[in-house]
């Protein structure tokens, strides 16, 4: 007569059911960020590829939209695949996971290595970005958080502003914001309690004497500005990185240990 033996082999409650609430919140996280991108492209009255597709300059709607995905994605996979023990899926979910940390890796050495590059290329982006400030409401914002949190104007100063059609000095533009700067270059004032948007007009005209400009926008470059802040926040930094590294390598980890228990579990049934 036939019968089955099986093995003391036996998965892990801990890493089941850690790795299961782990990726069940990444899961949630990921639906909830592409909600938001939905919602952010509904109120700017884009919902279809050709719209999206037409949008000058960088979307920063893009960003939260590949985050949500990957996070949805990886959810999905580690979430069932640790509660169903399925095989295929947790290996998808650690090679994933592996792919990602291999390519941070890789960027941030070469970032490293290629200092002055990536320099020229951030400042080109940036410029090419300033030129499209008033085609986007969520570019705009992003740039105005910037500047005013790194206390910058511009990619390399003030004068990049000259890219955008509002801002340029040229005799030929009539806007009122003509060779001036966004309201979010401009020093706060303690004594106002309302942010005043128009204090960066004609603040580069020629009739503007340079302790006046000083006193009234930054002068720094945001490229610059960043290049300054990194190292007064180097610990932050890199225990932020730190910490990301380690849930990643963590989640494979859980992953690999998964597998190679349910493998044991499967070779030890025999007739």
């Not at 069940?24 to 991108?37: M, P």
């Not at 007009?201 to 960043?226: H, L, M, P």
């Amino acid at each position: 007569m036939h019968y089955y033996k099986q093995s003391q082999a036996r998965v892990s409650c801990f890493f089941k059911y850690f790795l299961f609430g782990l990726n069940i919140i990444f899961w949630l996280a990921g639906a909830g960020l592409l909600a938001i991108t939905f919602w952010a492209w509904n109120e700017k009255g884009v919902l279809n590829i050709q719209s999206i597709t037409e949008l000058n300059g960088f979307d920063p709607v893009w960003v939260i939209l590949v985050v949500g995905f990957l996070t949805f994605i990886l959810g999905f996979a580690g979430c069932i695949g640790a509660l169903r023990e399925n095989i295929c899926l947790l290996k998808f979910f650690s090679l994933i996971i592996g792919a990602i940390f291999t390519l941070e890796l890789v960027a941030g050495i070469l970032a490293f290595v290629f200092q002055d590059w990536v320099k020229e290329q951030v400042q080109n982006f940036v410029r090419d970005n300033i030129g499209v400030y008033r085609d986007d409401i969520d570019l705009q914002n992003l740039i105005d958080a910037v500047q005013k949190y790194m206390q910058c104007c511009g990619a390399g100063g003030p004068n990049d502003w000259d890219n955008n059609p509002y801002f340029n000095c040229s005799q030929e533009n009539t806007s009122r914001e003509r060779c001036g700067v966004p309201f979010s270059c401009c020093m706060p004032d303690p004594a106002q309690n309302v942010v005043n948007t128009q204090c960066g007009y004609d603040i580069r005209s020629k009739n503007k004497n340079k302790a006046e400009y000083d006193q009234t926008i930054y002068t720094k470059g945001c490229v610059q500005a960043f290049e300054d802040w990194l190292p007064r926040n180097i610990y932050f930094v890199a225990g932020s990185l730190l910490v990301i590294a380690s849930l990643q390598m963590f989640s494979i980890y859980l992953a690999r240990s998964l597998i190679s228990e349910i493998k044991a579990i499967k070779a030890g049934w025999r007739y």
